[in-house]
């Protein structure tokens, strides 16, 4: 399991990387999003991989520790999840505003010569 | 007690009078006027009442603390010198101030320039009233910014903003510097407070760090002080209106420096560094200053370069270093502030009356002026060091020093000639100054017909010039307990034997007067009539200006070489500079890993689930295909990636994590929606780009290929290796033990956000919020490209095919197409509305929350808006997205206040559960309204966004119809 999921890990920020360095600002978003399921899944793979023990408590008894998984990455994740969001649709209109202006969707503004 | 209580009103109260002052209006020049002068009357009979004990030799004390562990505290601490210094301040602004009410005009805003000059005496109090050499530098740094602000008082005028630039950059620097030198001062004290680093003095001299804490300390001292090279500032600040130059120039600002070294000569003084450098620089600053100053025809730019000279004299008494010479020192800072805040005060008179201070042109004025004439030589007098004045007194006394005996090497030696050449210079000065002005011919061609000033105006000139006659003939019974009482505060115990009496007899420092005001005179009558046809300078030097070269390096400094490096280190171009950031990284993470334990770590596959296996080559193939086609196909690219959004949330749902899944697959949703609806403003792409095919291109791709896997696999290999480890955590169990015992609900995941981690929360929905509404502010001024902006092809075959029929209208291929779809659109609004509801309830206990909650009711809306025209849903269904967000962020905060009124902490919460008929048992914990406020907040900021970005499509529109029309007109 831990195999396939880093090498998954890997395929996603390695494609991610590479559109990043990529000329077209749409490339550049698509490369964010990828990048941004890489890390969050390598934040998220931080607290090891559990089946069947999501951190959802009985309400009585006592807990054991043990029994579930681990709730603090899972927690930074949800926030970064938003987060993500957030920059990928301002990330969006500035592609928009920057291709109204400029007429070209290169993310310098202009063609290269 | 009463008396620290005074000490501490003494340094609030101009502050408190400043802004008071500032709140005034313009045209109240005398309320604006009284207030100023009553501070300053008000400070000085608060010095009055501490005088019983400052003359006993006492220090009195206050102590605030500020950053205690820090060793950081307000320590007020006034002594003799203190005393002295704060008379002044206080003592000449009252002058200013009266001086001031008479001198500015009517377009002068009375108000700011009160209230700037209020608050410079304030800081000059801190300064000089500071118990601990780290506040001493603040006071110190806000001396700095209020003289910027008053020397550029005339901000119209670019001479004006240039001198206060310039004194700011130099004495900004040297501040910093002196800062630096403070802290190396305090490190070998081991305190900051002032009366522990004077005990420390035998410590700090033997210190290895002694020589660099000097020469900082003595640049930040100099800088202020206007000494030899930073002297050129000064002259430049006579831009100032001439108030501020007398109060400035004369008693406050510049005395800061020679305050500091009279300070800090029994800490640091006493060694050969201390003699020759101060020492070497004062006399060169005394002897360079007397020089220009004759040779300057700007009334004031002679009062600039004297002062400069006056400052370097008091610099080199400092640098002697001995008891009398300390004696002097304060005895000279005394008079010279006294002396020339009256002669520039004259100036000031003679440019208000006249209307010019260019000495070519003036001529003659004592007969049109006698009174002003006769205070003007009385004080040029003083300051030349003429019998019977108060400079006289001083100087004879540097003259003393000068002459005795104290290190014996070559500079020691030639100390008597280099003062009396300099005294020879500021003889010629004076009385070329005097000569000039007001004697000689009557003036012609004019701006002004010049005659006396206002009453008001010449009598603070009146009571200096008393001063100087008073202190000049009888000063021990005048000044002399106050010089007394500062001179014994700096020295204590090694006070020496001095006499301020007139007479001492015939001897050395006497003869070397006689000799200078007999060579001045000589000086002045053998060159007086070269000068004014000469240039603004002494012969020959006065090419080399100061000024110039600081300007200069300045622009060199700020402007040309930032821009050459950038040039040749940066780029412009953001494909380069993300590749460098790449492998910065790639680099650091190897750098630290590299050599690590376990970096060879063994295969584990007996858990390998061939499903799971499956799943990770469809996401794998998703995540490559959308890298390989995001270029030339965006749609599908869009689409592969939403396949690559699907593993991650089935892999979130695999490993034990409901809350992420949920919320991933909601915002997956989401940003596929946007970047669909952005996908129509980007242009069109068919044909292969011509440069992708060049090697250059192909290089750069390839290069990119190996950077990107490099950085895969290492993340690859680095999670790999973390995930089979033993965990060892306990922070997280810490977290598992107490959610429902602390926080009242079972999802531990969302106990953290909402409860343990609020405040985390609750910035990142400000972030949020910060977002959505830049994205609409960014598309309210949102120009797509002209080629974009006509309708889109498939729009066009409907339109053609509504056309070609009979009985359709345009829209209807599109209405019917929708059909199904639309209605069924329509009846999802409020099972998602449900569905949102339930994730939001729940969320406290099991998976879901304000996050999810919030995603899927903006989901809801969103889907009205595919389903139906713009219009129609906006006639039926109002959505304010930046209500939902200001309410959001309010309750969230709210609810984090409102533990203040049960006197808990910021955002404690308090949790319980409510029976609801029907429902059941709802936790209706302080925290469940927080996550409303965040559920409000990220349903109005994703509203915002996706509304501000489907709205273009409709603005376009309306504008290309508005465009059609006007065309078939």
Known sequence: ?113 | MVQQSLLLLLLVLPFVGSIFAATMQAKAKNAVAWLSGGTMAVGLGILAALWPMISAGQVVRDYNAWLPRQGINLTLRMDGLAWIFALMVLGIGLMVVIYARYYLSSRDSAPRFFALLLAFAGSMNGMILSGNIIVLIVFWEMTSLFSFLLIGFWHHTPNARDGARMALVITGTGGLCLLAGMLLIGYMAGSYDLDRVLAAADVIRAHPLYLPALILFLLGAFTKSAQFPFHFWLPNAMAAPTPVSAYLHSATMVKMGVFLLVRFSPVLGGTPEWFNIVGGVGMITLTIGAVIALFRHDLKGLLAYSTISHLGLITALCGIGSPEAIVAAIFHIMNHAVFKASLFMAAGIVDHETGTRDMRRLSGLARYMPMTATLATVAAAAMAGVPLLNGFLSKEMFFAEAYAWHSGSPFDDSMPYIAVLASTFSVAYSLRLIHTVFFGPAPVDLPKVPHEPVHWMRRPVELLVLLCLVVGIVPAQTVGPWLDAAARSVLGDAMPYYSLALWHGINAPLIMSCIAVAAGVLVYCVTASRIASGPEGPPLIHRIRGARMFDWGLVKLTWKWPRSTARFFGTDRLQPQLRLLVLIGLFCATYSLWGAARLTPALVLDNASVIFALIWVVGAACAVGAAWQAKYHRFAALILLGGAGLVTVVTFVWFSAPDLAVTQLLVEIVTTVLLLLGLRWLPKRREEISSDALLRSRIRRRVDLVIALCCGGGIALISYIVMTMAPGNLASDWFLEHAYAEGGGTNVVNVILVDFRGFDTFGEIAVLAIVGLTVFALLRRFRPAMESNEMTEQQRWQNAYDDAQDGRERGDTVRDYLLVPGVIMQWMFPVIMVLAAQLFFRGHDLPGGGFAAGVALAIAFLLQYLAADVTWIEDRLRILPVRWIGFGLLVAVGTGMGSWMFGYPFMTTYSQYIRVPLIGDVPAASALIFDLGVFATVVGAVVLMLIAIAHQSLRWSRARSAAEEKEEE
């Open chain 1, 1 to 113: 399991m831990e195999l396939i999921l880093s090498m998954g890990i890997g395929i996603l920020v390695a494609s991610g990387t590479w559109l990043v360095m990529r000329p077209r600002s749409f490339q550049v978003i698509v490369g964010l999003c990828l990048l941004s399921y890489g890390v969050n899944l390598f934040i998220f793979s931080m607290g090891r991989l559990r089946t069947a023990a999501a951190p959802i408590l009985p309400k009585s008894g006592e807990i054991d520790p043990t029994a579930f998984t681990d709730p603090i990455p899972q927690a930074l994740v949800l926030t970064a999840i938003v987060i993500s969001f957030a920059t990928t649709a301002l990330f969006l209109v500035v592609l928009l505003a920057s291709r109204g202006f400029t007429g070209t969707d290169h993310v310098d503004g202009k063609e290269r010569q």
